[in-house]
Every structure is written in structure tokens, then in C-alpha cells.
């Protein structure tokens, strides 16, 4: 099993800027890609960001250029930047982990990011 806890939600103005964790405990293999995902009310969850055990990195086109995904292995601590916040990145962002041997996908419980305009 592997634990996900997120922190760093909030509360920001349309222009401003948050930094989301996740720390990871557990059975985490090393070879691993961990992801950022997020849930607007009333829609279905979409990917944002991954990243690989390797650092390799992924944006979705709304976010590139304004998120920045990245990861701390020796941590297990994986980040997300966020700038220029937009009203529309408003949701609850989500930590994923799928371990590459087994395929298997852990969740956290999510951290409520609000942009006011």
C-alpha cells in the first residue's frame, strides 16, 4: 500500500501563485510516475501534470507555461508551482502514484485550490 498526503491549498487571487505537496509513504517502487490531477465542480477529474522516477514531465496545454510539475525522490515528496493562476484552475487538485511493476494506482485525498477573481 502507499499513502498520499497533499497540502498547500487555498485561497489565491487570479495572478497569484501556489505551491502543492504531496508526500508519499509505503510500498513505492522505484520505478514509478506520479501525477497531479484535478476536479472542477461538475466535471470529471483531468490530468494536469506527471512525472516520471527519471524526471521526465508532462503538462495538459491549459497549464504549460504556468505549472511547473517536480519531484523530490530521496523525499517522496512530489510538488506542483503554480502561477498565474487563472479563475478556471479552480478545483481540488489530486496526487497520483502508479507503481510501473504492479500498475497499481494510489490516490490522495485531494487539497482545495480556490482563484477569486
Known amino acids: 500500500q502507499v499513502q498520499l498526503v497533499e497540502s498547500g491549498g487555498g485561497l489565491v487571487q487570479a495572478g497569484g501563485s501556489l505551491r502543492l505537496s504531496c508526500v508519499a509513504s509505503?510500498?513505492?517502487?522505484?520505478?514509478?510516475?506520479m501525477s497531479w490531477h484535478r476536479q472542477a465542480p461538475g466535471k470529471q477529474r483531468e490530468l494536469v501534470a506527471t512525472?516520471?522516477?527519471?524526471?521526465?514531465?508532462s503538462y495538459t496545454d491549459s497549464v504549460k507555461g504556468r505549472f511547473t510539475i517536480s519531484r523530490d525522490n530521496a523525499k517522496n515528496t512530489m510538488y506542483l508551482q503554480m502561477n498565474t493562476l487563472k479563475r478556471e484552475d479552480t478545483a481540488v487538485y489530486y496526487c497520483?502514484?502508479?507503481?510501473?511493476?504492479?500498475?497499481?494506482?494510489?490516490w490522495g485525498q485531494g487539497t482545495q485550490v480556490t482563484v477569486s477573481s
Open positions: 497520483n502514484l502508479r507503481n510501473l511493476g504492479s500498475n497499481h494506482n494510489y
Open positions: 509505503g510500498s513505492i517502487s522505484r520505478l514509478n510516475v
Open positions: 512525472i516520471s522516477s527519471g524526471g521526465t514531465t
